[in-house]
């Protein structure tokens, strides 16, 4: 998977969402950004794939949350 792509779709949908819970997103998809970048870059031998696979599905969860997050303002829609 190309999660360069995924953390960049995210980031720009993010930015362009006008709202106050976009900080919230945008805040913790730019830590598990960072978290992922800094555990991918270690060597071999260092690098956790346990740690990769726990911010992947952190990543997959917020993807869901923001996906989610306008149709529960508008239940009626």
Do not use: H
């Given at each position: 998977?190309?999660?360069?792509?995924?953390?960049?779709?995210?980031?720009?949908?993010?930015?362009?969402?006008?709202?106050?819970?976009?900080?919230?997103?945008l805040?913790?998809?730019?830590?598990?950004?960072?978290?992922?970048y800094?555990?991918?870059?270690?060597?071999l031998?260092?690098r956790?794939?346990?740690?990769?696979d726990?911010?992947?599905?952190?990543?997959?969860?917020?993807?869901?949350?923001?996906i989610?997050?306008?149709k529960?303002?508008?239940?009626?829609?």
């Amino acid at each position: 998977m190309d999660w360069t792509l995924i953390f960049g779709v995210l980031e720009q949908a993010l930015t362009i969402w006008n709202s106050k819970e976009s900080s919230k997103y945008l805040d913790k998809m730019i830590q598990l950004k960072k978290d992922w970048y800094a555990e991918y870059n270690k060597p071999l031998d260092d690098r956790s794939d346990v740690k990769l696979d726990n911010i992947e599905l952190q990543l997959r969860i917020l993807c869901q949350s923001f996906i989610q997050a306008p149709k529960r303002k508008n239940p009626q829609d």
